[in-house]
């Protein structure tokens, strides 16, 4: 059974920063596309970055670059977001997903790429 579990997310000021952790169980992270995603009130759920299995590649919503950046530790199954320079804006539910491609050296921000979710965690941007 495949499981995500997200978290790191709370309440910041804008400005400031936070780093989400991602943390996978039931698979060997090293065959695995991971994405981050969020979905505000009101909003669809976007891509924001993801990380792909065969080197590590990676890709970013162009809103995000610069600021966020994601990184992943196969050994301890791991996959994190850290976020900086915060802004209200910001504020929404925050996914990590998965999706098995065996060696890949590319990954896309479509949400449908994915098969496995993370509960999510809340990320309040706020003075």
């Known amino acids: 059974q495949v499981d995500l579990v997200e978290s790191g997310g709370g309440l910041v000021q804008p400005g400031g920063s936070l780093r989400l952790s991602c943390k996978a169980s039931?698979?060997?992270?090293?065959?695995?596309?991971i994405g981050w995603f969020r979905q505000a009130p009101g909003k669809e759920r976007e891509g924001l970055s993801c990380?792909?299995?065969?080197?590590?590649?990676?890709n970013y919503l162009d809103a995000v670059k610069g600021r966020f950046t994601i990184s992943r530790d196969n050994a301890k199954k791991s996959v994190y977001l850290s976020m900086n320079s915060l802004k209200p804006e910001d504020t929404a539910v925050y996914y990590c997903a998965a999706v098995y491609t065996g060696r890949l050296f590319s990954c896309l921000l479509a949400s449908y790429d994915y098969d496995y979710w993370g509960q999510g965690t809340q990320v309040t941007v706020s003075s």
């Open positions: 039931g698979i060997t992270l090293d065959y695995y596309n």
């Open positions: 990380t792909s299995s065969g080197n590590n590649a990676t």
